[in-house]
T-cell receptor, first 113, second 114 residues
Framework: DQQVKQNSPSLSVQEGRISILNCDYT??????FLWYKKYPAEGPTFLIS???IKDKNEDGRFTVFLNKSAKHLSLHIVPSQPGDSAVYFC????????????WGLGTSLGVNP | DTAVSQTPKYLVTQMGNDKSIKCEQN?????MYWYKQDSKKFLKIMFS???????INETVPNRFSPKSPDKAHLNLHINSLELGDSAVYFC?????????????FGPGTRLTVT
């Protein structure tokens, strides 16, 4: 039972353009969402997070949007750079306790120079 | 200086063997985790320790036994290895037990059971 779904296994964009990675969730109790980035042969690294009380959070080139009614979040990367090529994981956590992350399968982003 | 390190990086072993994976963090964090990433690339929490106390214990076969000798170390021992145990195992740490604390991951241990 996949509670966090990243339906696009891969995405390819041109350098300088916008990358949009999508994530859908099914559990209405999820109230905290995160994006992690993973390079090959390395562990995931934290990118950005958003609480359900917000609908947008921005950090430099990275912006996460949350649409609670649609149970959908997206990560925007503007402008995309070749170094952004990695697998991006969406993860979510539910009340109560918020101690456990539920992860999506990831989307592999390729940014072409 | 690696923040979260795991040994070994690769582990190839036969069915029925017992093996251990070690994890160390030098970040001074209170909470440590073991995750399993299976062949379908699902990343799933297995265990979490906070101040050496087990706080998350997912539905994992009891052949898997974590051990935290101190706050900086979390080891994973696996008995009677099976083919389905083949996966990448990630260790992680965070300042506290809640997901609002950023988790720092090790590079992973690729376990192959033949």
């Amino acid at each position: 039972d996949q509670q966090v779904k990243q339906n696009s296994p891969s995405l390819s964009v041109q350098e300088g353009r916008i990358s949009i990675l999508n994530c859908d969730y099914t559990n209405s109790m999820f109230d905290y969402f995160l994006w992690y980035k993973k390079y090959p042969a390395e562990g995931p690294t934290f990118l950005i997070s958003i609480s359900s009380i917000k609908d947008k959070n921005e950090d430099g080139r990275f912006t996460v949007f949350l649409n609670k009614s649609a149970k959908h979040l997206s990560l925007h990367i503007v402008p995309s750079q070749p170094g952004d090529s990695a697998v991006y994981f969406c993860a979510a956590s539910a009340l109560p306790g918020n101690r456990k992350l539920i992860w999506g399968l990831g989307t592999s982003l390729g940014v072409n120079p | 200086d690696t923040a979260v390190s795991q040994t070994p990086k690769y582990l190839v072993t036969q069915m029925g063997n017992d093996k251990s994976i070690k994890c160390e963090q030098n970040l001074g964090h209170d909470t440590m985790y073991w995750y399993k990433q299976d062949s379908k690339k699902f990343l799933k929490i297995m265990f979490s320790y906070n101040n050496k106390e087990l706080i998350i214990n997912e539905t994992v076969p009891n052949r898997f036994s974590p051990k935290s000798p101190d706050k900086a170390h979390l080891n994973l021992h696996i008995n009677s290895l099976e083919l389905g145990d083949s996966a990448v195992y990630f260790c992680a740490s965070s300042q506290g037990p809640f997901v609002t604390y950023e988790q720092y991951f090790g590079p992973g241990t690729r376990l192959t059971v033949t």
